[in-house]
């Protein structure tokens, strides 16, 4: 019975960590890429400097993040469902932190997405302060602020709901593994970003987002291994 009533579940995760797998890919490596090799945004030197180079497909890190976000909080409350009863709490605090991630993360996309291109089409010197608190081609802007503890919040949620993995087979005790590595991974760089506003642009912060990706990718993609395996198992 209980098969049959976890199997919708299953369906769910999978097709959320798909999502959140295709949502790395495309606001990480292939979105930057993009923007990179069309209409790169130069090294942070002040609001008016980004508004002479700004261009509209900036923004498609951050729309292509949406599926980042949308999916890694649709999976974790997947997950929620498939905890057996001692691991409900755990897995329903880790929703509650999936939504906070999701609201904050949520937030800071809309702002640049949204509010700072109106910013910029606007083009008036009372808006230079705004794109410069606002904007994340600033170090210190409050959008990287968002984005940071954002993430970190997104990493004790998968702290908190690595165990409802740990049965899947040997795939999900590995994705188990990396949702932990996840947490204090995602809470150190929202401490250094408290700690040392800016860093996140600096080689260090540049490496620390290119290994957090590849974390991301693979620890995504052994979820999707492990419940595929797992529900083929049962059908046997």
Do not use: C, K
């Not at 579940?9 to 890429?33: C, F, K, N, R």
């Not at 945004?41 to 002479?52: C, E, I, T």
């Amino acid at each position: 019975m209980r098969d049959a009533t976890t199997r919708p579940a299953v369906g769910s995760a999978v097709g959320a960590a798909v999502v959140t797998l295709a949502g790395i890919v495309l606001s990480g490596p292939v979105s930057l890429a993009l923007v990179a090799a069309l209409h790169p945004q130069p090294a942070w030197s002040g609001p008016d400097a980004f508004v002479r180079a700004y261009h509209p497909i900036q923004t498609l890190p951050y729309f292509t993040g949406f599926l980042l976000v949308g999916g890694s909080l649709y999976m974790i409350a997947a997950l929620q469902t498939l905890a057996g009863e001692a691991l409900r709490a755990r897995a329903t605090a880790a929703l509650g932190f999936a939504a906070a991630f999701a609201a904050l993360i949520f937030f800071n996309y809309v702002v640049q997405t949204t509010f700072v291109p109106a910013l910029v089409a606007h083009r008036a010197p009372e808006s230079a302060p705004l794109i410069a608190a606002l904007s994340l081609s600033n170090p210190r802007a409050l959008g990287w602020a968002l984005e940071m503890w954002g993430y970190g919040v997104l990493g004790v949620a998968t702290w908190l709901v690595a165990p409802v993995l740990a049965d899947h087979g040997r795939a999900g005790r590995a994705a188990a593994a990396l949702f932990v590595a996840n947490g204090p991974v995602s809470i150190v760089g929202a401490l250094l970003t408290a700690l040392r506003p800016g860093w996140v642009m600096t080689p260090a912060g540049l490496a620390m987002f290119a290994g957090w990706n590849l974390l991301m990718i693979v620890m995504v993609a052994l979820v999707i291994a492990a419940l595929v395996s797992g529900r083929r198992a049962a059908r046997r």
